[in-house]
């Protein structure tokens, strides 16, 4: 009888297409093999001879990172013909046909994700063994598999979270909010390996690689190293902050379409910082890193954000009597709005009942266990006041829930508190509906209603918990819960007589009403009331005063007014920053008693509009027309117009296209053609900017069929 010939490998077909498919990571293309968790997947092995599963003995061993190890979870051995089930790694099934061997492999929920090899030994005679490369693959969190920990089970959600590569950043005041289209692009070639440069240069892996990367297998661990690498204040992170003015030295904020140019700019530049960002940019970033790593992930704007860093959970503002909004030492400040991310997952760390959504929150505020990043931070705990549950829960909850308390300051010292603001804060907090363009409050999620017995109870629950029973029962929490405090003997309040432009005056009312009460004497009372208006920072300070006006009112009982203001052009037209935003303020004087009171109203201004047509069906490969529109309706020209134009699966990369100028009243248009790459709801976002509005944003969703059969 002659010896069987040893087993040797002739070929292997890692099936990357149909596999990708099953695991959902086809939109990252079918080249080569980009897995799930916690999941099956199939390979086809062919032999010199058949397959004899008595006497061939094949062991497959996985492994990741730099130094894999067994007892670090980085790698892993298992037995073809051995039978292991549960959450390891083992062979399922396989098939024998011929000289071929089919193969179904399992990968544990719980294993680390990254980049993997995987090797096949063929044991030979007197204990040798021959070992073949099968081939490399990329292994990602799974929310599709009940198994792991941020599994989610809707199909529809999933689509939304992970899925879908564009989205909406909410911006403006919460009484005037607009939508920012996004390009997130989290499936472009590239991304996926850029999303892991950034973990192999965060300063956990640069300090012990191999227990980095044995660490990647809790979602907790990952979100926390991406949060502190999309920043750079203390490592080779993907963006440079800029709160100033100057951004000559890169590109403004606001001039920024999406991630995927950002993501790449920083890996081609070998880690450099880029220039720049501010919250909307780095959100937007960790949501593409996030939902390409695999974690549902969304974008959230919380309106009226206190940025509240000594933990008392109070935002002092001070006006001086002309109603000027005074810049302050302190670094607590009421941003206008603030933006971070949401990532879904079970929370192992916490007791029972925190899963769900976690914030995250990437902008670099302060530092958590000495790395500027933030969470996650249960949702379900910010809303409880459980802020002792970590991570960075008593600064998100202060961000929502802070109060703000504005003062009169004259003659360098404060004389009256002018305003206590229980529920100014945290306002309209939003992010992108599911399945739809359109804006979803999820107020309620963070926190119980304004006023109610419950939102009291759980401020001070927390407040108890981080300024300790003293500090919650402070002389000043008690004067500003006073009755005396609250009673004013007039109600002020100013109104927009028209949608404010930039570019046009601006028309205000404000209107005041004698309150009929009987804490307050009957007769006349005579205000005199000085208005201020000042640039708002996005950071919550005011520059220098643009217009000022005083008036004095004669209000008798029961009486009301409604006094005009004009705000004109040439007071605010170079004195703005590039978010255009207004802090119109008034502070009225009781001549009589001397008691004052305030009014503020925030100014959003308009930039003009621009719309996109498109002029027919979208297929993968053929040409689309796009036609796209701006009118400046403004009374002087817009000089030095630059057109970009983002969109995965329409566009790859940016097109950029310098427009000039566009004199007031003139209608630029640009014709181009498109041709869509991938099949699916895809969106277009259109960014125009110019010297005098750096935002003039458009965007456009378009279908796009899959390529006919030829």
């Known amino acids: 009888m002659e010896p069987v010939a040893a087993l040797e490998l002739r070929s292997v077909d890692l099936h990357s297409a149909r596999n990708n498919k099953e695991h959902h990571t086809q939109e990252m293309g079918v080249e080569r093999l980009i897995l799930r968790r916690g999941q099956l997947f199939s390979l086809q092995l062919a032999f010199n001879r058949p397959f004899q599963p008595h006497s061939d003995h094949i062991t497959f061993v996985a492994e990741t990172g730099p130094e894999p190890s067994e007892l670090l979870g980085t790698r892993a051995r298992f037995f073809l013909t051995q039978a292991q089930h549960g959450n390891v790694w083992n062979v399922s099934d396989f098939t024998v046909d011929s000289i071929s061997l089919q193969v179904s492999l399992f990968t544990p929920a719980s294993a680390a994700i990254g980049h993997y090899t995987l090797r096949m030994e063929i044991a030979q005679s007197q204990g040798h063994s021959l070992t073949y490369l099968l081939g490399t693959f990329i292994l990602l969190f799974n929310p599709w598999s009940t198994e792991d920990d941020v599994y989610l089970p809707s199909e529809t959600l999933l689509q939304e979270y992970i899925m879908r590569d564009y989205g909406f950043v909410y911006k403006g005041h919460d009484s005037f909010i607009t939508s920012w289209p996004w390009n997130y692009g989290q499936f472009e070639k590239d991304i996926i390996d850029i999303c892991f440069e950034i973990l192999n240069k965060s300063l956990y892996f640069l300090k012990n690689p191999a227990k980095d990367h044995s660490q990647r297998n809790d979602v907790v661990y990952v979100c926390r190293v991406v949060s502190a690498m999309i920043n750079s204040n203390d490592d080779s992170g993907v963006l440079e902050g800029n709160w100033g003015e100057d951004y000559s030295r890169g590109i403004s904020p606001l001039e920024w379409n999406g991630s995927v140019a950002i993501l790449r700019q920083w890996s081609a530049q070998g880690g450099q910082p880029v220039k ?68 879904w997952m079970i929370r192992k760390d916490l007791p029972p009942g925190y899963n769900g ?32 549950l970590a991570y960075d829960t008593p600064f998100v909850f202060a961000e929502v829930n802070a109060d703000e308390v504005i003062w009169l300051f004259e003659d360098g010292t404060v004389q009256e508190i002018l305003a206590h603001n229980a529920s100014a804060i945290g306002k309209e907090i939003s992010t992108k509906m599911v399945g739809s363009d359109q ?128 705000l004109p052009f040439t007071n605010y037209r170079n004195k703005l920053t590039d978010e255009k935003l207004i802090r119109m303020s008034g502070i009225a004087k009781d001549e009589e008693t001397g008691r004052s009171m305030l009014v503020v109203k925030d100014l959003c201004l308009e930039p003009p509009h621009l719309s996109i047509e498109v002029s027919q069906t979208a297929e993968v490969g053929k040409a689309l027309k796009v036609q796209i529109s701006l009118t400046n309706t403004l009374t002087v020209a817009l000089n030095d117009c630059t057109m970009v134009l983002e969109g995965s699966g329409l566009i790859n990369g940016q097109i950029t296209e310098e427009l000039g100028t566009l004199k007031s009243g003139d209608t630029i248009q640009i014709h181009l053609d498109l041709y869509p790459s991938k099949a699916g709801p895809r969106q277009l976002q259109v960014l125009i900017s110019s010297s005098e509005i750096k935002e003039m944003k458009g965007y456009k969703d378009i279908f796009v069929a899959a390529a006919a059969a030829p």
């Open 276 to 343: 720049y960002g501010q919250c909307w940019v780095f959100a937007s970033v960790m949501c593409t890193v996030m939902r390409c790593l695999g974690v549902p992930t969304r974008v959230v704007s919380n309106f009226h954000s206190a940025h509240n860093t000594d933990g008392n959970l109070t935002i002092d503002t001070y006006y001086d009597r002309s109603a000027e909004m005074l810049p302050t030492q302190k670094r607590d400040q009421v941003w206008n709005f603030h933006v971070w991310n949401e990532c």
């Open 357 to 388: 959504w976690q914030v995250l929150d990437p902008t670099p505020q302060q530092t958590s266990s000495r790395l500027f990043c933030c969470g996650p931070a249960s949702v379900k705990a910010i809303k409880e006041g459980d802020v002792h």
């Open 439 to 566: 804006r979803q409050d999820i107020t309620y999620v963070y926190k119980y209603p304004e006023g109610s017995p419950e939102e009291r109870s759980v401020f001070m629950k927390a407040s108890r918990k981080m300024l300790g029973q003293e500090g919650a029962s402070s002389s000043l929490l008690d004067l500003l819960g006073s009755a005396a405090f609250k009673s004013q003997p007039a109600r002020l309040r100013l109104y927009l007589a028209r949608a404010p432009t930039w570019g046009q005056d601006l028309l205000l009312t404000l209107h005041v009403q004698r309150v009929r009460d009987s804490t307050h004497r009957q007769g006349p009372i005579r205000l005199e009331v000085r208005f201020c208006a000042q640039a708002l920072l996005h950071g919550g300070g005011t520059r220098e005063p643009l217009w000022k006006q005083a008036v004095h009112l004669d209000l008798d009982f029961g009486q009301e007014i409604h006094w005009p203001l004009l």
